[in-house]
């Protein structure tokens, strides 16, 4: 009797320990996301209110780039190549999207800006990542980003060699090719589920 309830508890026990690291594998990324966007590890950037108007402590620059993932067919870039704007104060930028194909294709855009140490400096108030753009064959968008970089940065010692920003997005099919990429555990934060497909 002692030996079957010894076995049944090292089973039950093994079982637990089994679906506790399930568990943990599934709430891995959505873990590693909240604790970038709290942290601003990684160069997960920001979002949060707007800025306050006439805060200005210095000037940094925000460079912009564009890639979209092989295998989809946009042209996509920036409308602007940098910009250079008082901390603490809101600005808005342009990307453009253009389907090559004969066929309508829909992606999502991932982002995330460089260098890491500055995420938590970086307040994105507006953009269109994370949401499914179509675009019809031949069609050209424009999506606007509005951000604003926090004034502390310039207090900081760790960041006082940072006078260039780099803001990046890269389109993805599905966020399932963002996921197959890692592309998705790095990218900054967004409101709402997500759902990998």
Known sequence: MNKRWGNAWTAISLASV????????????????????????????????EASPGVAAGKITVRFNADVNPGMPWQF???????????????????????????????IALYN?????IGKYFHKTACFCF??????PGQEMQFPVSFWVDPAIATDPSTADVHVITLSYTFFRTLADAAKTGALAKAGPHVGPVAIQ
């Open 131 to 136: 949401n499914q753009q179509t675009l019809a």
């Open 77 to 107: 870039a920036p409308e602007q190549a940098n910009l250079t704007l008082n901390l603490g104060d809101q600005q808005v930028a342009f990307y453009t999207a253009r389907n090559e194909a004969a066929t309508p294709v829909t992606g």
């Open 18 to 49: 089994v679906l506790a690291m399930l568990g943990a594998s599934f709430a891995a990324i959505p873990l590693y996301r909240v604790f970038c966007a709290v942290t601003g590890y990684g160069g997960t950037p920001q979002i949060g209110p």
């Open 113 to 117: 800006v460089t260098p890491d140490k």
